[in-house]
């Protein structure tokens, strides 16, 4: 995978997807940032990029990705990479359905998909320095080029969904003491079911991660 190094920019998600519609960048490519000044966050909010913090997006050919992964969970799938990469250096974090890092009762980052033409857009912000007001910060020290390098090694691996989800669901009742947002309104996710395909079942409503 061919990755750009920026030391700043408004949006790595911005940049790449800008870039991928021009043909400009071609898939499989990464855009990392040193700081990122209006990050995108789901639902239109903004992710404050403090500096010293991991901004990066990333861009697969959809015909490149597992074939038993839905689109609408590929949040869930491209977290728990990060997650397993985080968890093999001794970090506590755990995934809150769907796409948010946490340290204990407290959001560290998230992840944010978009599909442009042909391709799958991911983009991932993770507080490793400092966090604002509110949010924490990731519980071990680890460089971002070693975060960087072991997360694209897991990417190559090409690991089918149901070997992540396999592992996700033995956590999902974290999630329960949370909310999600639906297509309209915030879900509870107390009495929410996991289904295999990674979407949940909330008074009588199937929701997908929907980011």
């Not at 590929?74 to 968890?87: A, D, N, P, R």
């Not at 359905?97 to 340290?103: A, E, G, L, V």
């Not at 560290?108 to 042909?118: A, L, R, S």
């Not at 509110?134 to 960087?148: A, Q, R």
């Amino acid at each position: 995978m061919k990755i750009i190094y920026l030391d700043v920019v408004d949006s790595t998600q911005k940049y790449l997807k800008e870039r991928l519609k021009k043909k400009e960048l071609v898939s499989p490519v990464a855009v990392v940032a040193h700081t990122q000044y209006a990050g995108q966050g789901s639902r239109g909010n903004s992710w404050i990029g403090e500096e010293g913090n991991l901004f990066f997006s990333f861009s697969i050919p959809i015909k490149d990705l597992p074939d038993d992964l839905k689109l609408e969970s590929s949040s869930i799938y491209f977290s728990y990479l990060l997650k397993q990469v985080l968890e093999d250096n001794g970090s506590k974090v755990w995934l809150k359905w769907p796409n948010d890092f946490y340290i204990g009762d407290n959001k560290i980052g998230g992840t944010i998909t978009n599909i442009v033409k042909d391709d799958l857009v991911c983009g991932i912000g993770l507080n490793l320095s400092s966090a604002p007001e509110g949010f924490s910060k990731l519980d071990v020290e680890i460089s971002k080029e070693n975060i960087l390098n072991c997360y694209f090694n897991y990417l190559k691996k090409n690991i089918r969904w149901k070997h992540i989800f396999s592992k996700y669901k033995l956590e999902f009742d974290k999630s329960k003491n949370y909310f999600a947002h639906g297509v309209d309104k915030r879900v509870s996710l107390l009495n929410a079911i996991l289904q295999d395909d990674g979407s949940i079942i909330s008074d009588g409503q199937r929701i997908f991660s929907l980011r």
